[in-house]
């Protein structure tokens, strides 16, 4: 069955810290690839996304993004947290776009 | 920068009666879609229209739910008689084409009592 999978429901890191947020997908072939943040009462700001190519993908805030085919997964990284990174991650997937599913997110908590 | 508005950002109804959740998309934008977080869980997809048809939809899209762009910049979703199941945040999204980015609105949290 095709599914997307945020093993992590919350994570807490300190300021200034290294992150990486996991995100593993089944799907017969390689799906389009996303990385969405969600504030507090807030919609949905796309972080970043791969259709092809460069398997090292960056986006915005500082973010990035590896797709490893072998291992099914699209984690997401930054090298430094800042305190306003804390937020709701989702991980999302479109075999053409037109039907994107998300996983169940990640919370991010800040510690100063 | 370009976005997409949902209107209300609230809105709170009783079970049995309909509601209809709008969205403007961004103007240059073919592909709307709709989608839905209940609270604590997943964004889960709606349905997505195109050239004034659905295109797809998931299970949850059943008969009481409809989708119509009355006019060239509206995107509405109508809940024909809602559940307290129904209670969610409704994103709006649009794309310029398939294979290209959504850009979501900021939602409507819908209540029903």
């Known amino acids: 069955a095709q599914s997307v999978t945020q093993p992590d429901i919350h994570i807490t890191v300190s300021e200034g810290a290294s992150l990486e947020l996991r995100c593993n997908y089944s799907y017969g072939a390689t799906p389009y690839l996303f990385w969405y943040v969600q504030s507090p009462g807030q919609g949905l700001q796309l972080l970043l996304k791969?259709?092809?190519?460069?398997?090292l993908v960056q986006g915005i805030k500082g973010f990035e993004a590896e797709f490893k085919r072998s291992q099914s997964s699209f984690n997401l990284r930054k090298p430094s947290v800042h305190w306003s990174d804390a937020a709701e991650y989702f991980c999302?997937?479109?075999?053409?776009?037109?039907?994107?599913?998300f996983g169940a997110g990640t919370r991010l908590t800040v510690k100063p | 920068e370009p976005e997409v508005t949902q209107t209300p950002s609230h809105q709170v109804t009783q079970m049995g009666q309909e509601v209809i959740l709008r969205c403007v998309p961004i103007s240059n934008h073919l592909y709307f879609y709709w989608y839905r977080q209940i609270l604590g869980q997943k964004v889960e997809f709606l349905v997505s229209f195109y050239n004034n048809e659905i295109s797809e939809k998931s299970e949850i899209f059943d008969d009481q739910f409809s989708v119509e762009r009355p006019d060239g910049s509206n995107f509405t979703l109508k809940i024909r008689s809602t559940k307290l199941e129904d209670s969610a945040m409704y994103f709006c999204?649009?794309?310029f084409g398939l294979g290209e980015t959504q850009y979501f609105g900021p939602g409507t949290r819908l209540l029903v009592l």
């Open positions: 791969y259709f092809s190519g460069d398997t």
């Open positions: 999204a649009s794309s």
């Open positions: 999302a997937v479109a075999l053409n776009n037109n039907d994107m599913r």
